[in-house]
């Protein structure tokens, strides 16, 4: 960890001296890594994350006074240490983890995998995507127009319309144009910006709604991997990607090395449920438990979905729910993935066609690695309790922090920070559970030893 350069301030610089710390390049004293650490720790432990107010803490608050051997660095130093230190801060929180599992407290093997919604320092109005320009505009065009049919009415009356009421319109109309003009402009910069959005305030945070809808929380995806035995968070992560469809592989691989264990049994919801990803888990060691999500045209308009045709391995075709066999007939690229098509020669003649296609033939796809995702199945009937251990593991960690955090969630702005932000927050969580778990003066030994 870097030392701040700045001064320790009054008679602090003394008391600090005592702990024989080097000196910056200034000729200044530093504060030692540890001090500062101590203090977000014990702010974070204590729901106090702002740098201000732990400036005014270490200054008054007995407990954080004794800590810090009465230094109590300003809230600039305070803050730099945060924004230097995001990848130390990151060790220390992947420590604990460590520390946690020479304990043996993930003996169980079995983690859930969730994301949610954290919000950013950037207010939604300062976000923008080419809707929300779509739609301001049109309102900014009715009001225009609003504004004019209101001349038009006092160039016909004059009477009837105050001058003082003119110059008002006419001031407004102005204003509008150029928050056109402005609102012009950013959609340039949207329609230059890879995924469509700019924000002002954070530029790497994101309206976290797939239709990008004014009302949605502007912000990061924070992912969690929860041990379900003494709910500890193995691993964690901030993204600023939407959905959850990317993440299964990175958290669960990163949650078995954090645990140590040489398999891991993964719970996540239909969110993250994607082909490639469930493989890569699988390759990795690691047994995945995620429902297919129910998005399927043809059981909602009361036809059969996929579930109802049933793979014949050895020859390689599917038997259709009229008895059909539906035989291989070529391979596609889809999206990045090989597909196999199959249909039946059946279909234009058959009874039940109503019920299974509008088309002439009913196609089946099938991935080249299906076998992935039918184990996963296959798991998850067997496991019918899945759903509810996954809530009941995960669920309480999101509603905790969020709570902690606030109404405003992050405090810091840009990824790197928001995630050393959010290490702070999982390193104090963890330190809860486990002084909840063992003691506080127990988790102190151990931590000494
Ligand atoms: S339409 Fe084709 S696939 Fe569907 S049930 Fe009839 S034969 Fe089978």
């Known amino acids: 960890m870097r030392h701040s ?39 974070y432990l204590n729901r106090i994350q702002s740098s201000r107010r732990l400036e005014t803490e270490a200054n008054r608050n007995i407990e954080l006074i004794w800590l810090t051997s009465r230094l109590a660095p300003d809230f600039k130093t305070i803050a ?8 130390a801060i990151r060790k220390v929180c992947r420590e604990f983890v460590l520390l946690c599992r020479r304990l043996d407290l993930f003996s169980e093997g079995v983690v859930a995998i969730d994301g949610s919604k954290f919000k950013a320092v950037n207010n939604r109005h300062k976000n923008f995507t080419e809707h929300k320009i779509q739609v301001r505009m049109q309102q900014l065009e009715e009001n225009i127009a609003q504004y004019l049919a209101e001349l038009d009415r006092a160039d016909r009356d004059p009477a009837m319309v105050l001058p003082s009421k003119v110059a008002r319109l006419k001031e407004r109309i102005g204003r509008v144009k150029e928050q056109m003009s402005k609102l012009a402009a950013m959609a340039e910069q949207v329609k230059a910006s890879p995924d469509g959005q700019v924000s002002l305030t954070d530029p790497d945070a994101r309206a976290m709604t797939s239709t990008a809808r004014s009302t949605g929380t502007v912000g990061y995806n924070v992912q969690v991997a929860v041990d379900a035995k003494n709910h500890l968070v193995l691993a964690h992560e901030v993204t600023n990607q939407i959905n959850d469809r990317d993440q299964l592989a990175g958290m669960s691989i990163s949650a078995k090395a954090a645990a140590g264990a040489e398999s891991l049994t993964a719970l996540a919801d239909r969110g993250y449920y994607d082909g490639p990803q469930l493989r890569q888990a699988e390759l990795a060691g690691v047994t995945t438990l995620v429902p297919k999500p129910l998005t399927s045209n043809s059981r909602a308009e009361g036809r059969f979905d996929k579930r109802d045709f049933v793979y014949d391995a050895a020859n390689d075709q599917y038997r259709c729910p009229a008895g059909q066999i539906a ?12 597909l196999s098509k199959y249909w039946s020669s059946s279909c234009p003649t058959c009874p039940i066609k109503h019920r299974c296609t509008t088309s ?13 995702l039918e184990r996963v199945q296959a798991r998850l009937d067997a496991m019918p309790e899945a759903a509810k251990v996954r809530m009941q593991t995960v669920e309480h960690v999101f509603g905790t922090l969020k709570f902690w955090m606030g109404s405003c969630h992050f405090l810091t702005k840009t990824l790197p920070k928001v995630r050393t932000e959010m290490s702070l927050q999982v390193l104090a969580y963890n330190m809860k559970r486990m002084i909840k778990l063992l003691g506080a003066r127990k988790l102190i030994q151990v931590i000494a030893a």
């Open 327 to 338: 035989i291989h007939r070529f391979v596609t690229k889809e999206r990045g993935i090989y």
């Open 5 to 43: 350069t700045r001064t320790p301030h009054r008679t602090r610089a003394k008391n600090y001296g005592k702990q024989g710390q080097g000196q910056a390049a200034t000729g200044r004293p530093a504060y030692h890594p540890a001090t500062l650490l101590k203090i977000y720790v014990y702010g």
């Open 80 to 87: 730099d240490f945060r924004k230097d230190n995001g990848e």
């Open 360 to 372: 002439e033939y009913r196609r089946i796809s099938r991935w080249e690695h299906e076998t992935v």
